[in-house]
């Protein structure tokens, strides 16, 4: 564990991550969006990080699902360990050359992994990747992702797409949470002995999922 990035050592332990988004009273109330905050726990719900999202209050108006952002993860003693950063990118099929891409660093100034979309015509499809850029899993989801009334899964695949290895899912918290607050609860299920920082990839990949398909979940309704 002394190889491991400071921080991530307990990550090392999991395989199990939950990440739930805090409620915003402003934003319940007034539907005006302000910067996310997410609690990060293991499966007995005890709280192991907490990220705040970074970026202007335009971005998050006009831009929305599609903004930049800079996510920092911090621990318990309040040490940042993870840096999740996403550049504004197009998020429709006539760019496949353009699609989102989103870049993990643990620590901080230190690349941990990648996010990359991949296109698809039916599917919602990524790849992680580790630091050297490196294809490691595929992460698959379903053809709807509207979620009313059960989770929905994201499936961890390897590489070839056929063994499924794990999940990034969105749970299903009922009717008031989901429609009034529109906050996110989450889950990623992923082999205890995968690197850490692969790991810390797939928290960043948890956010850019929720910022993809269920931001505006509430516009939909």
């Given at each position: 564990t002394h190889n491991l990035p400071p921080g991530l050592e307990y990550l090392n332990?999991?395989?199990?991550?939950?990440?739930?988004?805090q409620v915003?009273?402003?934003e319940a109330i007034l539907g005006t969006e302000t910067s996310s905050k997410y609690?990060?726990?293991?499966?007995?719900?005890?709280?192991?990080?907490?990220?705040?999202?970074?970026?202007?209050?335009?971005?998050?108006?006009?831009?929305?699902?599609?903004?930049?952002?800079?996510?920092?993860?911090?621990?318990?003693?309040?040490?940042?360990?993870?840096?999740?950063?996403?550049p504004l990118r197009c998020n429709s099929c006539c760019f496949p050359c353009f699609l989102q891409e989103l870049e993990v660093q643990s620590p901080?100034?230190?690349?941990?992994?990648?996010?990359?979309?991949?296109?698809?015509p039916f599917l919602p499809k990524f790849t992680i990747q580790n630091q050297s850029k490196?294809?490691?899993?595929?992460?698959?989801g379903p053809?709807?992702?509207?979620g009313c009334f059960e989770d929905v899964d994201f499936e961890v695949k390897a590489l070839n797409e056929m063994?499924?290895?794990?999940?990034?899912?969105?749970?299903?918290?009922?009717?008031?949470?989901?429609?009034?607050?529109?906050?996110a609860n989450f889950g990623i299920q992923v082999p205890v002995d995968l690197d850490v920082r692969?790991?810390?990839?797939?928290?960043?990949?948890?956010?850019?999922?929720?910022?993809?398909?269920?931001?505006?979940?509430?516009?939909?309704?």
């Open positions: 332990q999991l395989d199990q991550i939950i990440i739930h988004q915003e009273l402003l609690e990060i726990k293991n499966p007995l719900g005890q709280r192991v990080y907490f990220a705040v999202e970074e970026n202007g209050c335009c971005d998050r108006k006009l831009c929305s699902p599609l903004r930049a952002f800079t996510i920092r993860i911090a621990d318990n003693a309040g040490r940042e360990v993870i840096r999740v950063i996403r901080p100034g230190t690349i941990a992994g990648y996010v990359v979309q991949n296109w698809d490196e294809d490691v899993l595929k992460i698959i053809c709807a992702t509207c063994t499924t290895i794990g999940k990034i899912s969105k749970y299903w918290s009922g009717f008031v949470n989901n429609v009034f607050t529109n906050t692969i790991k810390a990839v797939m928290i960043g990949a948890c956010f850019l999922i929720d910022l993809m398909f269920f931001e505006n979940s509430l516009d939909r309704l």
